[in-house]
Every structure is written in C-alpha cells, then in structure tokens.
C-alpha cells in the first residue's frame, strides 16, 4: 500500500539520523570487513536493471488473480533461484472479491453517470492498456443496489459526525459521499455504516491530490480529473489478513468462516470515484454549505445536503471466489546461525500496474537480492539465515504475508531477529519506522549511504531537513524536538509502525521486531497512488528519475540485512526503547489530563447555555453531546514498569558496551538469539480489547480510528480515547506487564554476560 | 471601509463583555434617570425605517465626486436639521482620480481581455444601474501603459518576497498578480513597486471570499465570478487624508503639494480583477509550481510564472482634478459643558452602492441623531455637546475625516473627549476597537442591549461566543485567554485601533480617544466588499435580514454616547489601560527573544550547509538571506515606566471609586475633561520614525506592513520587526515619556481629587 512514500518532508524530516555516540557493537576487525563486504555489495547495484525490471513487472495490470501479478511471481522466483537463493512459491487460497458490477447514477435533479474507468492519457503508453484491467472498486466491500439522497461526510472520519450532528444532519438510510484523506480508508464506509447509512461513495479532492497540488499527470504528478483511488476496506483495525481464517493459515485445506461469519467484510457498497465524477454529485447538493475545515477544491460551493434535492444510486456485485496468492520465498542458509533469521519483504501485487506501489520498492529488494548472490558466488555465506520474501495480495489487506506469518507463526518467535519491510520507494528523505531499540542501528546505517542529490550521507541529509523544518514558523512541537535532537547530534526517533504494509503481522501479532524503510518527500506519487496512472512513465518521469533512489533503498536495506546477519553482537540500543515508551507515557496522561479538561470547559459552556448563546441560528440545530466525565486514572503500574525498563536498559547497554567484545563466541551468539526474543515480549494474550485480539502488542498498533497511522500504548491510550475506562484500567496493567517482561529478557542477558559491569 | 465587519465570530469573541466588577460611576438616582432615558431612546429606533432609508442612499453609485453621493449628504443635511440638529456641510477640495482608461489584456499566450465591469445579476435590481459605475479600480495607483510577464506573489506580503527569493525569481520590469487578503491592499503594489515590478493586478481569490465559502451571489453570499473589490492603494502607513495637504485641511485655498511631491501616490499603475478573469491570466502561467500556503481555489495549478510564457499589457489613466468632499457636520449643544465634545461619525460615500459598507452603519447612526432629536423635542438637552458626522471621502483614504479633523485640531484636542465611528454593520456579535481605558465601559453598555437572536444581553452573547472559540481544538492563545476572562466574569479585552476607517486621525494624529463598533460574525458581506454587488437586495437578504442589527447598532453606541455625554464622572477605568499596556510590553519582550533565537537557529542551519542539503534542487535556487543578528534591548525605561503607570491608575482608579460622588459639581465637570485630555498623553513628537510622523501615537497604530491592522507600541514593536536598532533604542525612550505622561495625567486627577482615598 506504499504509504511511506507519501510522508511528507515533514515526516521524513522526523526520522533517524546519523547517531555521534553508540556502544562499539563491531570490533575494529569486523567493521572492515563488514565495509569492505558493502562496498563490494555496493558494485552490484544497478539503477540500469531496476529500470528494466520496473518496466516489465509494470507492464499490465498485476493485481490478485490477474495472469501478470501470477507471471511476477513466477519471474520473481526463477530470478532468486538464478543468483543463487534455495526459493519457492508459497500458496494461500484467499477471499478476494473482484468486480462482476459497479454503477453509480445522479438520478436527481438531473441525470449522470459516473465514469468509473480511467482513460489513457497521452505520452503514457501503459495507461492504454485497459483490457486487463479492472473498473472501479474497493475490496470487501458489501454487494447492494441502493439508492437514496446523498450526504457530504467530509473525510467521514468521528469529529464529521459529530459536526453533522450539530447542523442537524442525519445519514441513516442515505449514501454519504466522503473525501479521501485524514484517516484510513476503510475507516470511512465502516463508520458510514455504523451510523446507518445504506451506501458510500469515496473521492480523491482535486485539493488534497490533484490539480491543487501539482500539474495533472501527464503535465504534472499528479491525480488527472478521471482518476481515481482503488483500496482495500476490509475492517483492518479488526484483524488483518484473509478474512475466513483469522489467526490462522489460509492453506488449502484450512476450515474457512462462512462470508457472513467474517467480521472484517463490510455490509453496504463502496465505490471510489475521480473528482471529474464527484463534482457533478457535489455539485448537485443542497442543504447547509458546509465548515470551512470541510472545503475542498473543485470550483463549486461544497453543501452538506442529505435533502432529496440531490439523489444517487449505487450498485456493486462482486465475485466472491477463493483467488490464489502466490508468495515468493526465498532463503540462504546462515553458515553459524541458520536457525536466527533476517527477513527482507516487498508485495509485488499492485491494483493496475503498480510501478511506485509497489515495484518501486520490489526492485530494490531484488537488487539487493541479486548483489548478495553475487557475493555468494565469491563463496562467502551469511553467517545466519536470510529469508527474501516477495508478497502477493497485500493491497488487499495484508493477505499474502499475513497468511505467512500466522502459517509459520511458531517457527518465527523462535526465529526471526527482524523483518525489514519495504513497499514502493520515492526521492528525497530517507524515513524509517520500526522498533526502537533499533533507532541507533538505523542512525549509523544512514549514516554509510551516499545521497545522490547531494553528495552527503542520507542520514546527514535526514538532518539538515530536520532542522529546516523544526525552524520553520509554525512548526509542530514534535518537529522542533526533532530538530533539537539533529542539531545536538543525538538520534532522532525512528516512528513507531501503524499498519499499511506487510510488517504488521511480524510485528503486532507475534512481536518480532520490524522496520519499514523508504525514500521520500521530493516529488510525489500520491497524484496517481492505487490508480491506472501509477506507470513505469508517470514513476521515472517524476518520482524517481533515473533510478537512483531505487538504488540509494537498495544499499540502506541492504547494510540493515547484512549488518544483522553478520553481527557478532545484538546491534540494539535499549535505552532509546526505554526513552521513547517514557515519552508515550507522558503522551497519554497528557490526553487524560487534555480530555479531563475539554469536559470541564464544555460543562461550564453548557452551564452557561453558551453554545445555543452563540450558536448562529441559521446554521446549527442545537449544543453537542455532553462529554463523559474523564475520571483520575492509577497510572503507577506504568510508571514503575518503566522505572524498572529504564534501570534495566541502562544496565544492559552499559554492559554490552563494556564486556560484549570479550564474551565467547557461544555467548555472543545466545545475546543475538535472546535480543530477538525480547521484542517479542511486547505481546500480552488476550491483546487488545473490543475483538481486536489478533494485535497482541501493548507498544505498538494501528489506530482503531487511524487505519495505517500508529496508536503507542494503544491498549491504553484509545480506551481513554473512547471512553473505556474500565479498559484503561486493565491495560494499564497489561501493558505494565509486557513492559516488565521485557525488563526481565534484559536481565536476562545482562546474566548472560556474566552479571552487570563495574 | 468597514473591516468590521469582516470581523470572524474568533474576532469578534475577543470583545468586551459584561462587566461584574465596576466602579460605581453614576450615582443611584443618575442611573434611573439615565435607564429611563435610555429606554425612551429605543422607542425611537425603527428597523422599518432604516430600511428605507438604505434603500434610498444605496439606490445609485455613491462613490465621491458622484450626483448621488452630494445629494446623499444634502440629504442627511436636511434630515438632521429636520431633528432639530444645527448641522451644516462643510466641504474640502481632495485630490480623488478617477479612471479614464483602464485595459488589462493577455497578450501571450494566447489573447484575453479582462472584463473590467460588473454586469448585472438577476433577482437584484441595483446591480442593473451600472450606468453611473466606475469601471475597475484602484485609488491613486500610477499612469501606465506596461506590457511584460506576469509573476504571481500569492499575497503579495514581505515573506512572499523571501519565498520568491529563493525559488530564483524576480520581479523586476515584470507585473506582479497579487491576490487579496493577508495584509492591506495598498501594500501590495507598494511592496511590487519596491522590488522593480512595473505593474500590479489584485485579484480575488474564490477562497478567500468566493464560491469556496458560499454560494456565489444571487444564489449566496459570496462573491460572484466577475465581482473584483475596489480600494485604495494610497500609502496610507505614511499618512491618511489627501494626499496634497499632509497634516493641514484641504480646504479651498489651502497650499497644495504638487503631484509629484506627494510621498503617498503610487507610481505603478493597479487593476484590481475578479476570478473569472484572474482564472485566464493565472492559468496560462508556467513555471514553479508554487509552494502549498500559495494555493487558492480556482480550478487550475497555480504557477510562479515571471517566464516569457504569460504576458500582460496593462494601461490605466486617471483624471487627476481636485473633487469637492461634503462631510455632514451636526452639533446638539451641551446644556451643562458645552466645551466637552461627545462625537460620532460614520462615513456616506460607497464604491459604487455602498449598503453594507458604509450605509448599514449610517442608518443606525441617523436612527440615534432622530431619537435623540425626539428627546430633545421633550425639552431634554444634552450635558454636553454631540457632535454627528457624516463623513464623505471616506473609501479613498479617510480624505473627509481626516482633512477635518486636520483643520479644527486644535479645538479638538481642547473639547474632544471620544470619537465614536461605525463603518457599516452586519448580523452576529459586537466587536469593538478601542482605547483601553474606556473597556469597562463598552462591558456595562454590553449588558443593557438585547441581542435579537438569544433574547440575552449582546453582551452575554459575546461572552458566550469567546467561552465556546477559546475551546475550540487548535483555539490560538489569545483566544485560549479571552474565554477564560469570560468564565471568570472579568471584562474582556478591547482590540486595539488600526486603521481603515474614520477614528484614525482622532486617535493617532490627535490622541483624542476613539471607539470603533459594529455587530459582524455571522453572515457576512465579505463576498460584496467594495463590489457592485453590495447592494440594498444582498445587504438585506444575507447581512442583516429585516435590520434587526441596525437597531441593536443604534441602541449600542447610542448608549455609548448619552452615558459619555450625561456622566457626572469619567467613565474610564486606567487599571484596564495600565494592564494592557503591560501585555503589549510583555509582547514586544517576547518578538525580541524569538527573532533572536529565530536567528541563531537558522545561523546553525547555514553553518551546517543545512539548507542546501535538505533543498529540493528541483525547486529552489538557494538558501535564504541571512537573518541579522538580534541585539538585547534596554526595556528599562519602559518597564518603570509601566510600574508607574499601573500605580497611578490604581490610586486613580480607587479614589475616583471612593471620593467621586460627593465631589463638587465643579470638580466632577474637571474630571472628565481632564480625562479627555489624559488619552493625549499618548501622543508624542516628532511621531513614528520613517516619513510616519503624522502618526503620533506611542500606543496605538496602524502597522507599515500590516495597514489595517493595529500595531500596539509601535514605535518599538516595528523597529525590532524591521530590525532598526537604533529607532529601537529612540522609541523605548519616547514610548516610556507617554506612559509617564499619561500617569502625571492621572495623578493630576487624584490631586483635583483632593488626593488619594484612604
């Protein structure tokens, strides 16, 4: 789904850089070795190839079930097998929904059709290629044939309902109509639903990604007034992964949910449609014009409607078969350490031809794949176990590594170190996310990679932005921290992982460490992101000219990959993990504190009659909902929890630093094996509350109600968001105890280095 | 001009309110006589008949030197008088230009005539008179015949500059296309005719006030797509007033400057378009695709242009004569202080119609001048002298305001005691600007006028309006604080006066206190704003349906004057003005640190290359001009100052409390032209810095870059903003004799008093 690619500079502006102070992890001997090794690597890296490969895996339409994305998979494989790599296929029978009908009508006032399909546009051969593909559609959404008055949602996110509300407002047995944008996109139709709505129509803003923004491709990047955005809204937030067989493999043979059992399948239809389509819906309405945070940009006066001035119909049916998904999966043996595992993924299954997303940052892993061949070829082995991994059905919803992982789930927690995941790339910042014992590890990582714009290092490039942007006026506090850390040379945090992309199962639902890494913020493939206009053209035109990004991802993943691999000690820093949990902590009792006093304030207004006192009468029908009172929480166990984490970390770091270099080889070995295991100790059964069970990590999540973006301490922080406090209360001693467990797995290895030093 | 108006309900939330804590000013038996009065003064408010009066003033275009303008003001004559006024017109001879010729073509690349002209719309019978329309214009812009590429400058504003700057592109021998909004007009093309450019065209944007906000007039009240806002570009920031008699009244056989002598006339010639034409012109431009705070609402990606790819041929030519400007002078002797002046304008001449600027303000101005012409037809007289106002030549640049209160200064400085203005009016809360002594006063009259909408005080609405925006998520602090003052029950801040309109030169050239009211937030004739479409049909259908709030108008500053002209005892409160001007100290400290620090952080950017490493080399041509290094300041003077001034106001304050009822007669009437003496203080020579002499006031001013907006101690605030040092240095010096100078005007007070209480 490729959503590091659309961080802004702002966000990459926030990621790790290069780190001044850190514990010797390699010896002097090693550490040549180990540059040597890379600068070798470094040789085998072509943009030249990428191009080439980019241009024929990009070449037709590859989504699921398509006979391309099958023929990737199987190119794919023949090349692993080729440079070297012990690979195959891998197979899961999936739910995957295809388009047997879609239709969208304004019956009324007057009549149109929306287009649902994306012509080509001139200079862009590939857009011409229609035949294979497929029309408009979200997947998993409901099969249904509606029509009713039509409600602008905004981006269709809580706060919108609430605002619609106050002006009187009601979805119920209507078709809202939602702008892209400020929350996921399954998240809109899903809440569509919850309030009664019979149907649900998505559109790209011409403000938030289309002329607004840049020239329309093919003049400029970005989204041109036909096309529109595919996705998958399946209720992620749930579980994801094949919707039959949640937690567990969808392998042949597995016993599968009946379709009405899923829990993750929404009930009403979804169509996505181009602002060329929405403005002729938009434009229709009546009823009140809407706030000023609700506008967008097509030249007409946005209303909120809901009256029967304006009326759609809606139409979808699916085909609801089992597809095939075709994961790649390839391996080379660890010559000292084959049972510890490094793991590298990439999707290859796009929703038309896919060149930014994904195969922009499939072509990386292969070139990386390609050049540890070619090292191989000189004899050299890893000294553990890498595992390559080409996914299929991710744009879907995590089908094809979720699957993976929850097949092999057992043989993961005992052996996998990290997965370090990628999924498109761009030009500009280098942006990480992941967990943070590894922020020193990245700093120093980016710190060895050349930027090709500006001769300097990616991670001093990382730098000068971040202190660009934390200067800027109006910079956020979270950016000024940013900066302050780059200008006084510490790491600057890594962010914490949402969901979006094929980590999410390593990471939240089995605890093994994991990262996701990408380029961006200079040009931008959002214009044309899960439409027919994301081509080789429109991606070496104006997302990565020449290649060279591709390349720069290739070294960055690469030297994460054989850095792990090759490591006589773990290359974690706990004391960053242990500073940034402290810091999420502040986060929440901030929230609670913030909540408790937006209630305090909105009692004293409703006390006072001040909102229908200043309410204008010609726009809104009444006060909001009182909110909750926001009881004090016992936030200790938290607080001592992390005590302990800090003390432990402290001491592990210092210890590692002081006896690591001299422990025997058995020892160094076991402190690699157990610093894999103790990531894993984020995870607490029965993980989080309200049927969301399948993420298991009280550290890290995706948002109920972000979709990718990440909630930290999610079992805590969304119950006081939502109003749970008995959760809160719960939590708050679950997440205490993953926190002390992995205390525990320090100590541990502070005991395996024979005690702590001094 | 009415920026009042245009006040947001944020703004208008930051006013004063009812005040729970006062000084016992009137006396038991003064109050029931003054309540009765009061409430007999409201009988003669009549909505109906406002109505038919705007009807008539608005009925043609009223703009100076126009048929309809002179017999608007020979109307208000005669009507005044009808009230038993001794009224008079008193003329000057201004220079006003008006149009000739006015052209704006696209020359490349292809060919396009602005349209110039506003045609009609149905359902609204005004806007078909146009034969007595001026064509597209701006006031006291340049001749010229210019041809050359066009550079769009997003606001036209001192940062845009910089932005341009680095995006590598320069004005010079171009025409700059500026849309409206962020900063007064007049700085637009002043700050393009200071960077080389040879011509300016404002346009604006349907963001700002178009179909983006509300549907486009007839169907709303927006600005529709060949509707463009006149206005004056004089450099107002020097002086206000015509532009030939700086600081002396323009009277017939004053001396004159010649025209190019004056330092306030443009030497570029200006068009001001609507979006209909800036769509042809801004959408034919190339170049960088412009930064995201540059975007507006048009369909299109707007572009830096300043290539040879777009050209403009522009060609204005004015008719440069002298026109005659009739202000409407009406006085009601006072009974008891006939030398103590109560005063109150508000301005008849309009850009074309005028309704809701100025005429919404006028009517409610008439509708006092007749009820308290009933009252007097009683046998009531007035304590003291009211002084009406009906200015002429306001829109220009306050040409009659300013050129009268230039020729009678001096008996104004000796009998004014406040100037009250409007400058039209709208639907929603009160707002007022205004000297800070007299906050207390506007919360008590703030309590005894019912809003027609709650049925509760206006003020209590207000009050309700600031609790509800102060907690709105993302509220600004100023916002964040004005709700608390709210809740609390203190008085809430008045703004301070700026500029555009007519109480400028009694407050900044004079120090004679002014007040500046009118009711706004809701609704809004933001769309029509000096268009042919601000008509009696939109005023009355989308600003102030059935004149609800022309009524609430009149009883609000009708009750401003009858309290200032029957009071026994000032109605100021100093402790207010004393603690204001501490905040605005507070302010000034705060600009010095953070410009400081602002510049020591981008000082280590450009030490670590920072800027060319995080640039996009596809964007921006360098990194940006150094910022000058911040020297600390001696606030000393101004410091003791303050501490003087906040204990001369308590003592005054509290004595006045305790002693002032039984005071003589005599004593009393001393006190409150004292009071009217002590708002001089502020004034001091030689004035602002920088060819602003005219303006005198160390408080309070409009500011060089802002126009409009108010700059408080300005002299200090504006040197350390435009990094004068030295002025810096001058102006603590020259600020700190005001403040002392007003607090020997207060403790002159407490000795008239016979010294402190207690």
Chains 1, 2 share one sequence.
């Not at 593909?133 to 979200?138: C, D, G, I, R, S």
């Not at 990679?449 to 506090?477: C, F, K, N, Y």
């Not at 305090?600 to 909110?627: E, Y």
Request: proline share 6%; with cysteine; charged share 20%.
């Amino acid at each position: 789904m490729g959503p590091i690619m659309r961080k802004s500079l702002l966000l990459a502006a926030s990621l790790a850089v290069l780190a001044l102070s850190a514990a010797p992890v390699l010896s002097q001997q090693t550490a040549t070795t180990q540059a040597d090794m890379e600068k070798t690597f470094d040789t085998f890296i072509s943009s030249a190839e990428m191009d080439g490969w980019m241009k024929k895996m990009a070449a037709e339409p590859n989504h699921v079930g398509s006979p391309h994305d099958k023929a990737n998979a199987e190119d794919t494989l023949a090349r692993f097998k080729a440079w070297g790599w012990d690979a195959h296929i891998e197979e899961f029978q999936v739910l995957y929904p295809t388009p047997l009908k879609v239709q969208l009508d304004l019956v009324s006032p007057k009549k149109f059709s929306a287009t649902l399909t994306e012509k080509p546009v001139p200079g862009d051969a590939t857009s011409s290629r229609t035949k294979a593909q497929l029309p408009a559609y979200v997947a998993f959404q409901g099969d249904g044939d509606v029509t009713a008055p039509i409600v602008y949602v905004n981006y269709g996110m809580p706060d919108d309902y609430k605002a619609l509300e106050r002006m009187g407002v009601d979805v119920k047995g209507k078709i809202v109509i939602a702008r892209y944008g400020q929350g996921w996109r399954g998240l809109k139709p899903k809440l569509a639903q919850d309030h009664g709505a019979v149907g649900c129509i998505i559109f790209s803003d011409p403000r938030d990604d289309g002329y607004s923004v840049d020239d329309a491709y093919p003049k400029g990047a970005s989204r041109p007034a036909q096309g529109f955005q595919r996705g998958s809204v399946a209720d992620m937030p749930l579980y994801p992964g094949d919707p039959l067989t949640p937690g567990y493999g969808a392998t042949k043979d597995a016993p599968r949910l009946k379709r009405e059992e899923a829990q993750t399948l929404l009930k009403i239809p979804v169509l996505p449609i181009s602002y060329g389509d929405a403005e002729k819906f938009l434009g229709a309405m009546e009823g009140n014009v809407v706030p000023p945070n609700w506008r967008g940009g097509m030249p007409i006066t946005y209303h909120v409607g809901g009256t029967d001035a304006a009326k759609a119909h809606l139409v979808v049916k699916s085909e609801w078969s089992l597809k095939t998904a075709y994961n790649v999966v390839a391996k080379m043996e660890g010559s000292q350490y084959p049972d510890q595992w490094v793991m590298r993924g990439n999707h290859h299954d796009g929703w038309v031809f896919g060149a930014s997303d994904p195969i922009s940052g499939h072509i990386a892993m292969m070139a990386e794949a390609k050049a540890i061949g070619e090292l191989a070829k000189t004899g050299w082995r890893p000294k553990r176990t890498l595992v390559y991994l080409s996914w299929d059905a991710e744009e879907p919803m995590l089908l094809g590594s979720t699957e993976w992982v929850e097949t092999h789930a057992a043989e993961l927690k005992q052996k996998g170190l990290i997965y370090i995941n990628t999924d498109g790339n761009g030009r500009g910042f280098l942006g990480v996310d992941g967990n943070h014992a590894f922020q020193n590890f990245v700093g120093k990582v980016s710190a060895d990679v050349t930027d090709p714009q500006t001769g300097v290092s990616v991670g001093q490039r990382q730098r000068a932005g971040a202190m660009v942007v934390g200067a800027t006026p109006g910079a956020s506090e979270r950016s000024k921290a940013v900066a302050k850390a780059a200008a006084d040379g510490k790491d600057i945090p890594l962010d914490p992982l949402g969901s979006g992309s094929d980590y999410s199962s390593f990471v939240q639902h089995l605890g093994v460490a994991a990262m996701n890494v990408g380029y961006g913020g200079e040009g931008d493939s959002g214009g044309v992101y899960h439409s027919a206009y994301d081509t080789y053209e429109h991606h070496s035109k104006f997302v990565d000219p020449g290649f060279a990004y591709a390349a720069v991802l290739a070294k960055t993943t690469g030297r994460m990959v054989l850095r792990i691999s090759e490591t006589d000690l773990p290359v974690q820093r706990y004391g960053d993990f242990a500073d940034t949990v402290s810091t999420y902590l502040d986060e929440v009792k901030t929230l609670a504190t913030n909540k408790r006093e937006a209630q305090v304030a909105q009692a004293k207004i409703i006390a006072a009659d001040g909102f229908r006192l200043s309410d204008d009468p010609k726009q809104t029908s009444g006060p909001p909902t009182p909110l909750k009172v926001v009881p004090f929480f016992n936030f200790a166990p938290l607080d001592n929890a992390l005590v302990r984490l800090k003390a432990s970390a402290a001491t592990y770091d210092k210890t590692l630093a002081a006896k690591g270099a001299g422990l025997s080889a058995d020892v160094k070995g076991k402190l690699v094996a157990l610093a894999g295991k103790t990531e894993q100790a984020m995870t607490v059964e029965p993980g989080l509350p309200g049927g969301r069970g399948w993420y298991k990590n009280m550290i890290y999540a995706p948002g109920r109600f972000t979709g990718y973006g990440a909630k930290t301490l999610p079992g805590v922080r969304e119950a006081i968001e939502d109003e749970r406090w008995n959760d809160a209360e719960t939590y708050v001693g679950l997440t205490a105890k993953a926190i002390n467990a992995y205390a525990d797995s320090l100590d541990q290895g502070v005991a395996l280095m024979g005690g702590p030093s001094k």
